[in-house]
């Protein structure tokens, strides 16, 4: 009778620590993060800016919530440094993330479901939860290293990314209470590489979406003639389609990365007489009087955006063929002083160098500096002029930002926490006074 009851003692003893183990750790601290459902169209701001603020606060870190857009809330979490003169260090990453289908998904999307061979799958296990998580491990081991920065170190969380940072960075960027963080530099979220080298990046694209309209002469099906509107769309959706081989033909031959040129994807097509009796849907022997096509355009901060202006005007919607155009540009190309949208990846910047060696240190090897084929909120900071870097340590790993069965493995995940851990102490203790 004695025994059994040391036994039963015992076993609740292991049970005990056994969990308390297996709730503290780094990975598990992520998969609760992952669990938390903050994708569009109804993030949970609340319930990751509660969690965030409680990792941090276990850390000893400041916190602030600011919401310019109500319901849109943004943390910033701080590490004070012993000379706060100096400009401060921000390591930055969006809550949201974008909508998941769970029927395409092999494991929930919000589960966070570790298989045995350590791939965490969840929405956001790549874009970009794994970053956020990172930066809080990285400070807990520095700390348990009794580390002291000597620049002040922060780290935003913000909401809005996926839809355009129009309530997140859009505002924070133009807000005084950012400009009072006088922030020297700052990284934010790159893409997971399929080989050994981490990818980073110095700049985006930025994204115009343009309309093209024509309008002319309707008339019969059955006779030719110039001027109507479709002829005029289809033969600047010829003109177009060229200069999109001009470009595609760069990246075919080897001569340029599919974000170092303009690309023009065609996303929609309008025109017709609707009709209910027709099997078509459509009038089949009228001409429209009007005729409109959309398209996506990707400009790299190298291209000139009067340049590509003109060449609308002129040639994809000129005004003497009856045709009318409209851009909306979704951000900046160039910086409040007028220079394009790049951070320096050479000896100019300070920062750059400092980067790069904290990665070699920490083991890691850096691919050549990439523009994003993409859009992130860097370029409402880079706009200020502030030097931003897009970095998410993940090699061989496969793309899957957006895509279903989104993963991070375990072990992926851990080394990103070490090479965080070297950019930090190298940033934040950088006495040089560059901003
Ligand atoms: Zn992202």
Redesign the pocket.
Known sequence: MKRKVVLLWLSVVIATSAASDDDDTPIVRFQEYLRINTAHPNPNYAAAVSYLTSQARSLQLQTTVFEFVQGKPLLLVTWPGSDPSLPSLLLNS?MDSVPAEPSKWIHPPFDAHKTDDGNIFARGAQ??KSIAMQYLEAIRLLKSKSFHPLRTLHLSYVPD??TGGLHGWQMFAKSKEFHSLNVGFMMD?GQASLGDEFRVFYADRTPWNLVIKAVGMPGHGSRMYDGGAMENLMKSVEIMTRFRHTQFDLVKAGLAAHSEVISVNPVYLKSGIPSSVSLTGFVMNVQPSEAEAGFDIRLPPTADPDMVRKRIMDEWAPAHKNMTFQIVEKGPLRDYVGRPLMTPTDDSNPWWSIFKQAVTSAGGRLAKPEILSST?DARYIRQLGIPVLGFSPMANTPIL?HDHNEFLKDSVYLTGIKVYESIISSLSSYEGNSS
Request: charged share 60%; aromatic share 0%.
């Open positions: 969006h874009d970009d990314e996926e979220e992130t930002l």
